[in-house]
């Protein structure tokens, strides 16, 4: 039984994907990310001498501060900061630049649903922009479970609304370093391979979950080529001065 989508969609199937970078010029690095009507500006600033209170200064320290699309930010604008910061930190080469920290500014242009993962998407582009050393590039998707127990993929904010479940996910892009080869050995920086992130929201089952990854995981592909296409160019940049 195929789900009905008010906006014609099959379950499986994403909105309409963007992605750009080096548009803010003070900035050392910045990209947005727009799927659909949802979109989210990053700005990278950094590395800069010192690493903030209760940080390790042995390593290099992320800063995430969030900017809602309007208002004060609240208690679910803190969580994100925090999941943001996780996530980055995971796929982040800590050990180069130690002692330093990069703030990374999210600014939400327009919420229309699965916010966290775009913010998680524009972010990565923008450490790239930044040329912030990485084990790897990371690509979100939000997965949502309907009361029928029908998965549907990257929803609108409407969908988000009235779903049983939701899972955001983050999976590596095993496919493409932004460092040299052999980097990815950096001792003390293992590489990751299975799911970076992951959170639920609402009621879901064991086999609910494992089926949102697998649907999940099939369908960044999709993502990964768009975020490899629009950095392809900056990585070919970094890898040819480091030669």
Not at 31 to 49: M, R
Not at 72 to 86: F, H, T
Not at 152 to 166: F, H, V
């Amino acid at each position: 039984m195929e789900i009905d989508r008010l906006d014609g969609r099959k379950a499986n199937q994403l909105r309409p994907l963007a992605c750009s970078r080096n548009i803010l010029n003070r900035a050392h690095g910045s990209a947005s990310w727009t799927q659909g009507d949802t979109k989210v500006l990053v700005a990278v600033y950094g590395p800069k001498a010192g690493t903030k209170k209760n940080e390790n200064p042995e390593k290099a320290c992320i800063e995430v501060i969030w900017k809602p699309k309007s208002g004060q930010i609240g208690k679910l604008e803190r969580e994100y900061e925090m999941i943001v910061k996780r996530t980055l930190q995971s796929i982040c080469i800590l050990n180069i630049n130690p002692n330093t920290t990069t703030s990374v500014i999210v600014q939400v242009i327009n919420d229309d649903g699965a916010l966290l993962p775009c913010a998680i998407n524009a972010a990565c582009a923008a450490l790239v922009d930044a040329g912030i050393p990485l084990k790897h590039l990371a690509v979100a998707i939000c997965c949502c479970l309907a009361d029928s127990g029908y998965i549907i993929l990257d929803p609108t904010k409407l969908e988000e609304q009235s779903m049983k479940a939701y899972a955001y996910l983050v999976f590596p892009n095993s496919i493409l370093s932004v460092r040299p080869e052999g980097s990815l050995k950096v001792q003390g920086e293992p590489r990751e391979h299975g799911v970076i992130t992951s959170g639920t929201q609402g009621a879901m089952s064991v086999d609910d979950y494992l089926n949102c990854l697998e649907r999940g995981r099939a369908a960044t592909a999709k993502m990964s080529t768009v975020l490899r296409r629009n950095l392809q160019p900056q990585i070919a940049s970094e890898l040819s001065k480091a030669g």
